[in-house]
């Protein structure tokens, strides 16, 4: 059983429960969480060693890699049939430890939370993130925030700031209070329609200045990578 609730983890705890009366001891429960300690998700079920994390990226359909993620109590016969598992539905696995951000989101929050600190000083949306499509990246950090939800986002920055030293970006609680959450809402970064989408221009006003005003593309990806490569070295 995959789960996938908000992240939330007395909401979690509580599905957990519901799902250990509902299936047989052998029934492995995985989380898609993206932040949240599969340790502290497993520690007070009756067989904690079932417990995985297989947590998948955004957009989903197009993106191999799973992190399946080991809690401290998960069994080594558990670990290897998700692996499996996630090998059987065409995905790429990659095991990694129970620590704040897993592998991914560990490097990924410092460049989203640039890309949101380069728009709070005046650097245009399209500008970020045509900055790292032309760099290689498959979408614009802007654009991948409203698509995960700037809720979800957020609520990562929040989970990893202590840990890794992060400063969460004013713009993204000054948008959760106008509940621009991106495409679920139709408002983030961007207004969504359908399959269509523009820079929200009501998204200027949340600017706090204008120091990264018309800087050159390369400029905006050295901002953003360099801070990718230092934590990866971390």
Sequence with gaps: ?????????????????????????????????????ISHLARNLLVPERVIGIHFFNPVH????????????????????AVKFVQQIGKMPVVVKDSPGFVVNRILMPYLIEAAVLFEQGADIKAIDESMLEFGMPMGPLRLIDEVGVDVARHVCDTLAGPCKLEVPKVLGRML???????????????????RSEPNVDDIKLMRDDQAANRALSQLQSRMVLLMVNEAAR
Excluded: C
């Design 1 to 37: 059983v995959i789960e996938a609730a908000v992240e939330q983890m007395e909401l979690k705890e509580d599905l957990f429960h519901q799902l250990e009366d509902l299936t047989s001891r052998e029934t492995i429960l995985a989380t898609n969480t993206s932040a949240l300690s």
């Design 62 to 81: 197009r993106m191999q890699l799973v992190e399946v993620i080991r809690g401290e109590q998960t069994d080594p016969d558990v670990l290897h049939r």
């Design 177 to 195: 209070d106008k509940k621009w959450l991106g495409r679920k809402t139709g408002k983030g970064f961007y207004l969504h329609k359908g399959k």
